[in-house]
């Protein structure tokens, strides 16, 4: 460990050299940073920006899908609007905002003075905004966006592209970097620059969420790259990688995809599972329950998330072997999640709680997220995964892990620290009414696509049969009131920032960790001298 | 620079430099697994593809105690203005027994078109026991305009093939490979 021996007097020195300190102003301040937690907070910003934005598009969506028949917009634009929905919530929303957690709080966790590479860092950060400019540029173009899903399966995405396949493969490569870069900063830190005296067992389990999650972005966003690029070829430069004509293949397209696939969708849960493994205990004023089973449990669902892919597959015509080996290997992935949601609800049992808004939010996670992983389990299941193939079920079952499980996350998190990254404490009755109109228009707007997926409604289409009109309708009303309840989120924000409440250094008695050392808000230096761990 | 400040960068550009490897690494992957995935859908015969050079006459003796139903289906893909389909729909066959079977296609364009026909077995698990002696998908077709063709296919079914399945549908999709000729 090379923290170790550094002495008081060296690092102090070591700070001064390192950021010749005076905040330049303006724009260039945000351009130039390479502190952590502007960086952070750039990443923050952005994916809320996002976050409105694809919000946006999906609001279009459920217009068109408040009742049959088109009314709105012609069947290939809705294509455009769920794909690059998709495509905007995965990599701008979701994925920067936990890279914004992680540049904010996994210095201050570990005692480290910034992220191992600042510039880097901020090379990353600032390539996003080009890759999402090109990605929605394309629907001001002739050709219109991608519509061809998030998913790109060729020869959708090749044979019957509608033009776009170049610029979506550009922004798709521009996220790619940017995450790599942003992964491999992560692992660098934690590996380095971790405070002396804490060893990797007493890491905070945010910590080690944000770690693994990092390896499975080093390992599989380069396939996600290759396989963009041999789509580009495709379409462009003649190879056949996919095309059967000159002897590729279709459906290994999906095999490399999903290869790719299935750990990006932990990439987007394990952050959230550190999130809520810090903020639980700190509410009920309790050590988290089974430490050490956690970090195993992390583990075991990053390595097997990669032999799990062809669940996605089913319906391809696999052999019987190929069926039972993926459906049971799905199903093993539920054991360590159980493991987590008991953990967590053992945390909670005889704890002594109090339901602040990052609290609730926490609590609505551990509930909505195992909803979301039953039906999960459910689709894992060979039989019945035929039926419930490419139908609203399906929808129902990843918006359930992916906003009421990596948003509600996002924000339990986003209040947990809000009173570390401003200073002040934020409205506890406005972010209430944020969290209680979330959660009852989340459920109104995905609980009944459960039943439309299960009665046989197609996801992707802009039309449906009559008898899905009323869910539909219901569906439809929970959206808009949930896409208006994230302004109150906004609200509570900004008026945070403004002023209210003075923050102490720790606003949360039941709260743990290095973060809570320091002051509110925390200084534009933190830790250049690393806190000793006993 | 102090000494502490330069072995930390070399601890961060070693570990740098070894995540480096890996994303390089994995990159390279994603496109092995082009051939990994022919090798394996080969051995296993997972993907229905069917043998690409024509196979010798099977000589071992036909197995007329099981007979196997061989359908044929045929498609053209987007684009190639062909008619294209089998003589024969169905055809009943010993595992063993050599078969020939005729296909015919059809330029109803004004240009010369050549086409590449792609095999494809169903169930996949049985494409490694339909062994083609013959085939026209062994080379491209050329036709030129309005120019009509029968195309012949000679096969056996492997005696190996397993008991369960007792029928077999070949399909052949059609694509126009016109600008994309190797010669």
């Given amino acids: ?534 | 620079m102090t000494v502490e400040q330069t072995e930390r960068n070399k601890n961060n550009k070693k570990v740098l430099s070894k995540l480096m490897l890996i994303v390089f690494g994995m990159f390279g992957f994603g496109f092995a697994l082009v051939p990994l995935y022919d090798v394996f859908c080969d051995i296993t015969g997972l993907n229905g593809k069917t043998n690409e050079s024509a196979a010798t006459t099977y000589t071992d003796g036909i197995d007329t105690s099981r007979t196997v139903n061989v359908q044929f289906i045929s498609r053209t893909a987007q684009g190639i203005p062909w008619k294209f389909e089998p003589v024969q729909r169905e055809i009943t066959v010993h595992p063993g027994e050599t078969k020939f079977v005729k296909f015919y296609a059809k330029n109803e364009s004004n240009r010369d078109i050549i086409g590449q026909a792609v095999p494809s077995v169903s169930p996949g698990l049985a494409a490694a026991y339909f062994q083609k002696i013959e085939c026209f998908c062994f080379t491209q077709q050329p036709l030129k305009g309005n120019e009509e063709v029968e195309m012949g296919l000679q096969f056996y079914v492997d005696p190996e093939l397993p008991k369960d399945i007792s029928t077999l549908t070949l399909s052949y999709t059609l694509y126009d490979v016109t600008g994309k000729v190797d010669s």
């Fill in chain 1, 1 to 534: 460990m090379t923290t170790e021996n550094i002495t008081t007097e060296q690092s102090d020195h070591d700070s001064h050299d390192e950021h010749h300190d005076h905040k330049m102003t303006g724009i260039k301040r945000w351009l130039y940073t390479t502190n952590h937690k502007d960086i952070g907070t750039l990443y923050l910003w952005f994916s809320f920006i996002m976050l409105l934005t694809g919000g946006a598009l999906a609001m279009v969506i459920r217009a068109e899908l408040f009742q049959p028949g088109l009314q709105i917009v012609e069947p290939d634009f809705f294509n455009q609007l769920t794909t690059v929905h998709g495509l905007i919530m995965v990599f701008g929303a979701i994925m920067p905002a936990f890279t914004g957690f992680a540049n904010w709080m996994l210095p201050m966790m570990i005692g480290a003075p910034d992220m191992a590479l600042p510039r880097m860092n901020n090379w990353s950060f600032w390539i996003l905004p080009f890759a999402f400019a090109i990605l929605l540029s394309s629907f001001f173009m002739e050709s219109g966006a991608p519509n061809f899903g998030w998913t790109f399966y060729a020869p959708l995405s090749t044979t019957y592209s509608n033009g776009s396949t170049a610029f979506f493969v550009f922004a798709v490569h521009i996220m790619g970097i940017s995450s790599i870069m942003g992964a491999i900063n992560i692992v660098v830190t934690i590996m380095n620059l971790r405070a002396p005296g804490m060893t990797y067992m007493k890491m905070p389990l945010f910590v080690w969420t944000f770690f693994i999650t990092a390896y499975l972005l080093i390992a599989v966003m380069p396939v996600l790259a290759g396989v963009v690029t041999m789509l580009l070829t495709d379409t462009y430069f003649g190879t056949s990688f996919f095309d059967a004509a000159g002897g590729g293949d279709p459906v290994m397209f999906q095999h490399i995809f999903w290869f790719f696939g299935h750990p990006e969708v932990y990439i987007m849960i394990l952050p959230a599972f550190g999130i809520v493994s810090t903020i639980i205990p700190a509410f009920s004023r309790k050590k988290l329950f089974g430490y050490a089973s956690m970090v195993y449990a992390t583990s075991s669902i990053a390595l097997l998330s990669f032999i799990v892919w062809a669940h996605h597959m089913f319906t391809t015509g696999m052999p019987l072997f190929g069926e039972l080996f993926f459906m049971y290997c799905t199903m093993l992935i539920a054991v360590p999640t159980g493991v987590k949601v008991f953990n967590w609800v053992a945390t909670m049992w005889r704890g002594s709680l109090t339901f602040e808004t990052p609290m609730l939010f926490s609590i609505a996670f551990v509930i909505l997220f195992t909803i979301g992983g039953f039906s999960g389990l459910m689709l894992a299941m060979t039989p019945v995964d035929f039926q419930y193939h490419d139908t609203y079920f399906v929808v129902a079952h990843f918006h359930y892990v992916l906003v009421t499980g990596s948003l509600f996350s996002i924000y339990a998190g986003a209040y947990y620290w809000l009173p570390k990254w401003t200073g002040h404490m934020y409205s506890e009755s406005l972010s209430k009414w944020h969290f209680w109109c979330s959660l009852i228009s989340v459920n109104l707007l995905f609980f009944p696509m459960h039943f439309l997926g299960l009665a046989g409604m197609p996801r992707r289409i802009p039309d449906y049969a009559l008898q899905f009109a009323d869910f539909n309708k219901w569906v439809s009303i929970g959206g808009f009131a949930f896409g208006l309840s994230q302004l109150i989120f906004l609200a509570v924000v900004i008026k945070c920032i403004r002023g209210g409440a003075k923050a102490e250094a720790k606003p949360w008695d039941g709260a743990e960790g290095l973060e809570w050392t320091v002051a509110s808000p925390a200084p534009y230096h933190t830790f250049s001298t690393p806190p000793k761990i006993d």
